[in-house]
């Protein structure tokens, strides 16, 4: 294998490429390093490894924002020190979490700078879609590091509020007099965000082979883009987007959105998991954390079980026969806590859900209701929330409130990441903690603030 080393001010970016003919390249520090189409595009294709890994949806992405938003839905019971600190809110600015998720989101982003950069290599006739695809991964990326480290956007300010540092050109050489970027604000951040997914959505396939990327896994990010910023016009016209492409459908029954060998019906986007390329099974992998390490019975089923269900959450459903209430099992933790462990992440070298469809009719039907006037796509917010209730069993809603919505995505998108990020934007409390609780943003990693004295840092760090 190669490893390929950027250094930019405070970002150290590490990558590692599958061996194969297309993806064994040169050392990317050169600029001589990508000659052709072919080494772009694999470059293009190890962002996907990327994203598969534990620092990104592999794990950290996922169930990173579920310990911080862990009261009433999720009790961590294991033994590691940075994910029992963020559970109880106490990471600190040397969290070896913080920093893997930084790092990777930025040789992401490096790599996909690189990309957009030697775009000109690339047969002419596939520029825009290589293009498209590299935009989408950097857009993500960044969406996640404004999440993670950064004040919620509906906490105001937007345009003084530190957000990120936005890098937009690959570096090929390091200047420790130049390469030292400060922080973004927020709004800025946002709206790259918003360029870097409209220009992949209008340029990506409505359909691809292999699980990457199209236009409508963009179109489901932009709808997650817009609905944390209250600007829930663009919210349900993106979100509706993707139903009314008809490519997409629920699953039948709600356990047949998981634990799928490849994407499900409903999968907008989804990570693909081998035994190749699972972020892991001992200690990393959100199944590992989630999956138990015995079952009632005490037999071994390779889990850490250090994820287990509160029993607040079962307080969340309001009808006996709704099939996600009973989508639970007991089992112990690998240290032999009894508990119950949710079956979403049940099976190991299975497709992690990204975006689901069922997400996108809730976002459509909330952010018609709080917009108000005519709904877009014709469907009422009621609607839009019983198609989902009704695949699970549960009986229909009339007269949905804004609070319905919220209830409904903690039924639904429970253990998927949801939560944390739903309280933010409307301003809710996250347990014992306000919205904008410094102790819910990660510390920008202090080594990276130890060589680039234009970082700052995180309010309480």
């Known amino acids: 294998m190669k490893y390929i080393k950027y250094l930019l001010g405070a970002l150290v970016f590490t990558a590692v490429f599958s061996c194969n003919k ?18 772009v595009k694999a470059l293009l294709f190890g962002g996907y490894s990327l994203m598969q890994s534990a620092s990104a949806f592999g794990e950290q992405y996922i169930f990173i924002s579920d310990l911080l938003a862990s009261d009433n839905q999720l009790d961590f019971v294991g033994t590691f020190t940075d994910y029992k600190d963020i559970s109880f809110k106490q990471q600190t600015k040397e969290s070896g979490i913080a920093t893997t998720i930084w790092e990777n989101s930025y040789l992401l982003i490096e790599n996909m700078n690189i990309v957009l950069d030697k775009i000109s290599l690339v047969d002419e006739s596939e520029q825009k879609e290589v293009a498209a695809e590299a935009k989408f991964m950097r857009g993500v990326a960044y969406y996640e590091l404004i999440n993670y480290f950064a004040k919620p956007y509906s906490a105001g300010n937007t345009s003084s509020t530190d957000g990120v540092p936005l890098v937009l050109q690959p570096t090929y050489n390091y200047d420790s007099t130049k390469n ?47 609905l944390n910023k209250g600007d829930y016009t663009n919210a349900a016209t993106a979100a509706n987007d993707v139903i009314q492409s008809g490519n997409y459908n629920l699953t039948s029954t709600f356990n047949q959105a998981f634990n799928n060998p490849s994407n499900s019906t409903e999968d907008i986007f989804g990570i693909q998991n081998t035994a190749q390329s699972n972020a892991g099974t001992t200690d990393n992998g959100i199944v590992t954390f989630y999956r138990y390490a015995y079952d009632a019975d005490g037999n071994n089923q390779g889990g850490r079980g250090d994820a287990q269900v509160d029993q607040n959450y079962f307080n969340a459903f309001d009808d006996p026969n709704d099939f996600r209430a009973n989508f639970f099992t007991q089992g112990y933790s690998i240290s032999g806590n009894p508990g119950i462990y949710t079956l979403k992440w049940l099976t190991f070298y299975r ?6 469809l069922a997400e996108m009719y809730l976002t459509r039907g909330e952010a018609n209701l709080r917009k108000g006037g005519a709904p877009i796509g014709g469907v009422t917010p009621e609607e839009d929330i019983n198609t989902v209730r009704e695949r699970a069993g549960a009986s229909d809603l009339s007269d949905v409130t804004g609070s319905d919505f919220v209830d409904e995505r903690f039924r639904e998108l429970g253990f998927e990441g949801d939560r944390l ?41």
């Open 180 to 226: 030292k970027p400060s922080r973004a604000s927020v709004e800025d951040v946002y709206n790259q965000i918003i360029s870097d997914l409209t220009d992949a959505a209008k340029d990506l396939p409505g359909f691809a082979d292999n699980a990457r990327a199209t236009s409508y896994s963009a179109e489901a990010f932009l709808a997650r883009v817009y």
């Open 421 to 461: 990020w739903t309280l933010k934007r409307l301003k809710l409390d996250v347990g014992d903690y306000a919205f904008d609780a410094p102790e819910l943003v990660l510390p920008i990693p202090q080594r990276e603030i130890d060589v680039n004295s234009n970082l700052t840092q995180n309010e309480g760090y």
């Open 351 to 356: 497709v992690v859900p990204v975006v689901r």
């Open 22 to 39: 297309k993806l064994d390249v040169l050392p990317q520090n050169n600029v001589t390093s990508i000659q052709n189409g072919d080494d």
